[in-house]
């Protein structure tokens, strides 16, 4: 999805977008990082992919936790409540879709979908099943990096202190960040032929479920795979993104995201304190945050 040459192009706007959100945070005052940084940041970058219009962009963060989350979650009631807020997801995108098809050389998502042979005439349902998938897989997964490395740079603040003294260390920072939380718990496929693992065997044909959870504290990996180490050695064997023919399309997007976040943020403070206990998203398959309270240091 992004060579390295449209991510370079991409890097000035995701770090003036990251400046921005950070110069309007409170120094001295809780507030939830979750909401003011790690669905904000993320929310624009959507945008900034499709060339959603930005005033419009809480809608992306909206149809994203509508096609994701349970219904215990809150969100949505019944299940014609929650197809009819995705049939506006469609709708929308059809509309911006069909302007682009008009215009050609549009370098975002809903131009290349809109130019390209074997996506332009896609049936409606397909067409919100990809939309819901490059949603989906930009949003919550890269929001609960951002929220996990401020984590886990609290527990364990040796760490962030090694990053202060030495920001070249910042890119395997964000591997490890992306090894430690594991934003997707798993997924699932099905065997096409009998599979021995660990001495059992699987047989054709059967559903199973790939927990990068556990695989990334595989501790005959990872040395004390429990721990986060920014230094860690290896921490860019993870399987956060996956593995083989459908491993992430953005994984250089949110780590370039991740990366200028840091960047940033080490410029301009001095400790991120967590001052309360974080609220964890109710899924088993998101592994992410809903509040994380934190006080800034200048
Ligand atoms: C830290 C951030 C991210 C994590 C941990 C993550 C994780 C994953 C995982 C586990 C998969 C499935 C791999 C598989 O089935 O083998 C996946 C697929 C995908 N991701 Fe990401 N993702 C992240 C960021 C992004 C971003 C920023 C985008 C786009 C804007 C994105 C778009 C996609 C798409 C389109 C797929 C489907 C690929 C396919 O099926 O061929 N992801 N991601």
């Given at each position: 999805m992004a060579g390295p040459r449209n991510l370079a192009a991409l890097a000035p706007t995701i770090r003036q977008r990251v400046a921005d959100i950070l110069d309007g945070l409170p120094v001295g005052e809780p507030f939830n990082w979750v909401e003011r940084v790690s669905i904000e940041l993320t929310t624009q970058m959507l945008a900034t992919l499709f060339d959603f219009p930005f005033e419009e962009r809480y809608k992306l963060t909206r149809w994203s936790d509508i096609a994701i989350s349970p219904r215990k979650a809150g969100l949505w009631d019944t299940v014609e409540e929650r197809e009819r807020e995705l049939d506006e997801c469609l709708s929308r995108m059809t509309e911006l879709r069909d302007e682009r098809s008009q215009?050609?050389?549009?370098?975002d998502l809903l131009s290349m979908l809109a130019h390209s042979e074997s996506t332009r005439n896609m049936p409606p349902r397909q067409f919100l099943g990809n939309l819901l998938l490059l949603i989906v897989g930009g949003n919550d997964t890269t929001r609960n990096s951002i929220s996990g490395g401020v984590l886990a740079m609290n527990r364990w603040p040796e760490e962030f202190e090694k990053l202060k003294a030495d920001r070249s260390k910042i890119p395997n920072a964000v591997a490890e960040i992306i090894r430690w939380q594991t934003p997707l718990a798993f997924m699932r496929r099905t065997t096409t032929e009998d599979v021995e693992v660990g001495g059992k065997t699987i047989p054709a044909g059967e559903r199973v479920l790939m927990w990068y959870a556990s695989g990334n504290r595989d501790e005959n990996v990872f040395e004390n795979a429990d721990l986060f180490r920014?230094?860690?050695?290896?921490?860019?064997?993870?399987?956060s993104f996956g593995?083989?023919?459908?491993?992430?399309?953005?994984n250089r997007v949110a780590e370039l995201q991740l990366k200028l976040l840091w960047e940033e943020l080490l410029e301009r403070y001095s400790r991120i304190e967590v001052v309360g206990a974080p609220v964890r998203a109710i899924s088993n398959f998101v592994r992410g945050y809903t509040h994380l309270p934190v006080k800034l240091h200048a």
């Open positions: 215009k050609p050389g549009g370098h920014v230094d860690r050695g290896n921490a860019r064997q993870h399987l593995f083989g023919v459908h491993r992430c399309m953005g």
